[in-house]
């Protein structure tokens, strides 16, 4: 497919963990954005095409881990210790470019998004 195509979100209780995964059929620059209601879609963390290179937002540092395995032509987003503000869609992007980055007018390939709720 020429988009990239995003699964597991879903609900989860603060603390807890999800991992989304993001299928594209090439190994490119690859990153995962998230736009809550009524606020601006934001970056999340983004990782080369060779899975060498990777960068996070200072929001989730530490708590989320973006991978990729090339043999599955998939990117997965591990998230723990699960915030309520971590609510939102969670979109998957990819690039023309092998490497990452952190700005979305970089991205030319863009998946329809998955839920993630973070709630008690």
């Known amino acids: 497919q020429v988009q990239p195509v995003e699964s597991g979100g879903g609900l989860v209780q603060p603390g807890g963990s999800l991992r989304l995964s993001c299928t594209f059929w090439k190994e490119r620059g690859t990153g995962w954005f998230r736009q809550a209601p009524r606020k601006e879609r934001e970056f999340v963390a983004t990782i080369s095409g060779s899975g060498g290179s990777t960068a996070y937002a200072d929001s989730v540092k530490g708590r989320f881990t973006i991978s990729r395995d090339n043999a599955k032509n998939t990117v997965y987003l591990q998230m723990n210790s699960l915030k309520p503000e971590d609510t939102a869609v969670y979109y998957c992007?990819?690039?023309?470019?092998?490497?990452?980055?952190?700005?979305?007018?970089?991205?030319?390939?863009w998946g329809q998004g998955t839920q993630v709720t973070v709630s008690s």
């Open positions: 992007a990819a690039r023309s470019l092998v490497i990452p980055a952190d700005k979305l007018e970089a991205y030319d390939y």
